[in-house]
């Protein structure tokens, strides 16, 4: 028997605007960009919503309705639902749909998409309460498999989330990690009894998310057909395949006329002639299957770039001077209880704006470069630092009008 886990991730930030210094202390809408740039939130969301999210929900609502074996997950940034619920309500329904079906399960996430549980416990565990929150009010589910942003992941999350109560937690299938071992099985983390750990397959979740258009590589043009074939090589050698990518995969990153939407379209089909294939969901795959072993990750994986590191968000000084200053404020920020101003700070803690930052431009410059909407990370950086500055005026101004005395904030260390 051989299973197919397939989770999207479905995320889009609240982008800061080119916030000036003169807007400081007179502009408090750091996310509002009326231009026709990638820096309208409202228009980035529309134009990704037509070319992926629609088509794509309605590609799967399809496969639902007509292979009764087909399940698969979603993992929804809590931004990104709030954003659909406000702007876009047929979308949000459109995925609302899908999950009503009974046959889409539902991942445990920051609501935030933010990397806190690196910088504040307390914090990255509010973000966790608010998404399980939202969720469970647009869709009727609790989450039991918990997905960290960005997939990043070590031994001491996998305890916080056996601890909370989590049946299972993703991770990046990296070679270095599993050493001579599989991602095609399921796994516990170490010193850990109860939860499970599942493995995305980077190599075949890469050839659909990276490398499916490329003319240039090796096993274009890709077919179904041909995928499953390469899924199958595993029979024998694994109980599941995980594949776990971006949802904007399908008509954003790789667009309509690759073909993308035609080859999820015919892959439930072609997997399931093979008469051991099924589909499961990740507590489906967590319940079905038995650890095979345990996998030791002492320092932070993610799913980014050649390293799997957190270098992406933390690499460079102005990325670490960024996270500094902002989890600095968490005490001052919430002792103002000032529900606004707190979720304007929580929408600045993103990982995406950190991101931006980045200034590799090496091996994953280019990745880097493609999905950053500012000129350059510094652009980034300064509209970061001045929407920041203005919430540090807010939290004064709050604080000393209530009387409450200004904490003497030192950076919080990473865990």
């Given at each position: ?31 509002n ?11 980035v ?19 639902l ?37 009974g ?46 942003t960005?997939l ?75 995928y ?71 320092q ?7 390293e ?14 960024a ?31 950190f991101?931006?930052?980045?200034t590799?431009?090496?091996s ?6 493609y ?18 500055y ?26």
């Amino acid at each position: 028997m051989l299973s197919l886990c397939l989770y999207f991730h479905v995320h889009q930030p609240y982008r800061i605007k080119r916030y000036r210094v003169f807007d400081v202390g007179t502009d408090h809408e750091y996310f509002n960009d009326g231009s026709e740039t990638d820096l309208n939130n409202e228009r980035v969301l529309r134009k990704v919503a037509m070319k992926s999210y629609i088509p794509a929900n309605e590609t799967l609502l399809y496969l639902l309705y007509n292979h009764p074996e087909f399940r698969f997950a979603f993992s929804f940034s809590g931004v990104f639902l709030s954003q659909l619920e406000k702007q876009f309500p047929d979308v949000l329904q459109s995925f609302q749909d899908l999950v009503k079906t009974g046959r889409v399960e539902l991942l445990a996430d920051t609501y935030h998409h933010s990397l806190a549980f690196f910088h504040s416990i307390p914090e990255f565990e509010r973000q966790v309460r608010q998404h399980r929150w939202i969720v469970s009010r647009l869709f009727g589910q609790t989450p039991t498999v918990f997905r960290n942003t960005e997939l990043s992941y070590n031994n001491s999350l996998a305890k916080w989330a056996e601890k909370n109560g989590y049946m299972g937690i993703m991770a990046e299938g990296w070679d270095p990690i599993l050493g001579w071992r599989s991602p095609n099985f399921v796994y516990h983390p170490k010193d850990c009894k109860n939860i499970r750990l599942l493995l995305k397959n980077y190599r075949l979740s890469d050839d659909v998310a990276f490398r499916f258009g490329q003319r240039s590589w090796a096993g274009w043009p890709m077919t179904a057909p041909k995928y499953v074939q390469w899924i199958n090589a595993h029979h024998g050698n694994g109980q599941t395949v995980n594949l776990f990518m971006d949802y904007e995969t399908f008509g954003e990153h790789q667009w309509e006329d690759t073909g993308i939407f035609h080859f999820l379209a015919e892959l439930p089909r072609e997997f399931l002639k093979h008469p051991d294939n099924s589909f499961k969901t990740p507590t489906e795959t967590i319940c079905d299957y038995e650890p095979v072993g345990e996998i030791d990750v002492p320092q932070t994986l993610t799913w980014a770039d050649t390293e799997r590191d957190l270098s992406a968000w933390t690499g460079n000084n102005i990325q670490q001077a960024a996270l500094r200053e902002i989890y600095a404020l968490e005490k001052d920020i919430l002792a103002t209880k000032d529900l606004r101003l707190i979720e304007d700070w929580r929408r600045l803690q993103t990982s995406d704006h950190f991101y931006y930052m980045c200034t590799k431009y090496f091996s994953d410059g280019d990745v880097h470069k493609y999905f950053n909407p500012y000129d350059t990370p510094y652009d980034a950086y300064i509209a970061f630092m001045n929407a920041l500055y203005d919430i540090k005026l807010r939290v004064q101004n709050k604080l000393i009008h209530t009387n409450v005395p200004l904490s003497a904030q030192s950076p919080v260390p990473t865990i």
